[in-house]
């Protein structure tokens, strides 16, 4: 069973900057670097969206609302996957949640909630105007 812990949300005004973190646990038999990982957002009243991923083999896939401004990737000796985003605007503003899945799924599947296993707390983050 693979336990996840996001870090890094918090109040930032548009603009700035936020670091959000996965770090995984429990991942036995294999290494987390093997999994597919991806950060899911919700914001206030509104279905969960997709933000970003990085597939098993290290493709990373972005939002259109995100692409450009927001890195991800990951840390396989620390076993941490970091989402970095940047020029926050108020529509960022949601609950990130971060995704974990050991299974190959066709990597059209990567954007889908149902493609992942494992889930987060998930973690707020808040850009003011």
């Known amino acids: 069973q693979v336990q996840l812990v996001e870090s890094g949300g918090g109040l930032v005004q548009a603009g700035g900057s936020l670091r959000l973190s996965c770090a995984a646990s429990g991942a036995s038999g294999r290494t987390f670097s093997t999994y597919s990982v991806g950060w899911f957002r919700q914001p206030p009243g509104k279905e969960r969206e997709f933000v970003a991923s990085?597939?098993?083999?290290?493709?990373?896939f972005y939002a259109d609302s995100v692409k450009g401004r927001s890195t991800i990737s990951r840390d396989a000796a620390k076993n941490t996957v970091a989402l970095q985003m940047n020029m926050l605007v108020p529509e960022d503003t949601a609950v990130y949640y971060c995704?974990?899945?050991?299974?190959?799924?066709?990597?059209?599947?990567?954007?889908?909630?149902?493609?992942?296993?494992?889930w987060g707390q998930g973690t707020q983050v808040t850009v003011s105007s």
């Open positions: 995704a974990a899945s050991g299974r190959v799924f066709n990597v059209g599947m990567t954007k889908r909630t149902a493609s992942y296993d494992y």
């Open positions: 990085i597939y098993w083999s290290g493709s990373t």
